[in-house]
């Protein structure tokens, strides 16, 4: 499976951004999608995740509020809404695809390439 994340950019605080997620290749098995973010000097954390049938939701604890995960399953992407954004935010946003559950940074293989966001204060 390879991912190919968009969506990054530039905003001021306050405003929103939409990060899309695509996967191809091997898109029959039933992974866990989702995004984690780290910002220079720190590890990752954990952002949004959702499961292969949408059915169930994930966010990291800062962030269920301000930031909404939606999966297309017909077209192999998932979403990342992120409205009301912070300085705080600026970070390398990445996706990832798991077949695990715990779908954690550390044991996770599959990773897109990093889109950046950058929230002006």
């Known amino acids: 499976v390879q991912l190919q994340a968009c969506g990054g950019g530039l905003v001021q605080a306050g405003g929103s951004l939409r990060l899309s997620c695509t996967a191809s290749?091997?898109?029959?098995?039933?992974?866990?999608m989702g995004w984690f973010r780290q910002a220079p000097g720190k590890e990752h954390e954990f952002v949004a995740a959702i499961g292969w049938s949408a059915d169930r939701v994930y966010y990291g604890d800062s962030l269920k509020g301000r930031f909404t995960i939606s999966r297309d399953t017909a077209k192999n992407t998932v979403h990342l809404q992120m409205n009301s954004l912070k300085p705080e935010d600026t970070a390398g946003h990445y996706c990832?695809?798991?077949?695990?559950?715990?779908?954690?940074?550390?044991?996770?293989?599959?990773w897109g390439q990093g889109t950046q966001v950058t929230v002006s204060s």
């Open positions: 290749g091997r898109t029959s098995s039933r992974y866990i």
């Open positions: 990832a695809a798991d077949s695990s559950s715990s779908f954690a940074a550390a044991t996770i293989k599959i």
